[in-house]
């Protein structure tokens, strides 16, 4: 059975400081930026679902010392490991893992990567035939990574077109003031333009004058031109009127 010594040798073996240099100003690590202080070792993506796979048998306590690691990389792979588990587990299994996940955010689930890679996999499928209201109590917290979580999680439900909490929480985050969470609703309003376009449409019909541009720059990526300009021309021609010069 592996465990985590050999876990992390193999992570010692795989990090690149040339990576972590690029990780570092990719995540905003510095002083009041969303991931002020994170810390890493470099090592991709791809690399980390790997070696899921090969300790996938790990303690648990052991996933939990990854999970509070200061390290990235760290707390992503244990989150993946977490969605794996998930994956294979009981429903008893799932849904201590679902409570699990949600205990650690913000504490140690604190990136946008790691909710967008991992939240759709356990909340969204915990979720997806049970009461959502936690997502609309998360959607009003203070904290950046759940509201962020609140978004996302919809995205399991989008991809099996059932599209009216996401929209929902895309309402209750018009107002947001971070970027990071205007990027999520734009995107989720985006996929669900992908499926159904006529029920994005009739969101940013009522919304795209008053949402925030980011948002709708994300939701409006994938139109025909014509279509995009008529959504921003819409938006600036109410902003002008709200706010003259």
């Not at 949600?102 to 979720?127: E, F, K, Q, R, V």
């Not at 997806?128 to 990574?145: C, F, G, P, Q, V």
């Amino acid at each position: 059975m592996p465990d985590l010594q050999q876990l992390e040798y193999k992570l010692a073996e795989l990090a690149d400081p040339a990576i972590a240099v690029h990780s570092t100003r990719f995540f905003k690590t510095g002083p009041g930026e969303y991931g002020e202080g994170d810390q890493f070792l470099g090592i991709r993506v791809p690399v980390l679902r790997k070696l899921v796979r090969q300790f996938r048998d790990l303690a648990m306590e052991d996933v939990l010392e990854l999970l509070h690691s200061a390290f990235h990389e760290k707390r992503l792979l244990a989150a993946l490991m977490l969605v794996d588990r998930f994956q294979r587990g009981s429903e008893a299994d799932q849904q201590a893992i679902y409570d699990f996940y949600l205990d650690h955010i913000p504490a140690s689930i604190n990136n946008w990567d790691i909710i967008d890679t991992t939240c759709p996999h356990i909340m969204g499928a915990w979720l997806y035939k049970r009461n959502r209201l936690i997502l609309h109590t998360l959607a009003a917290s203070n904290n950046l990574w759940q509201r962020r979580a609140s978004m996302m999680a919809c995205f399991y439900f989008i991809r099996h077109n059932d599209f009216a909490d996401g929209l929902r929480i895309a309402e209750i985050l018009l107002w947001d003031k971070e970027d990071l969470i205007h990027k999520a609703s734009g995107w989720m309003l985006r996929e669900i333009g992908k499926r159904e376009r006529e029920v994005e449409e009739r969101f940013l019909e009522k919304h795209c004058r008053t949402m925030p541009r980011t948002m709708l720059r994300y939701a409006i990526e994938r139109f025909e031109q014509e279509k995009r300009k008529y959504y921003m021309e819409a938006a600036t021609q109410k902003r002008k009127k709200l706010w003259p010069p």
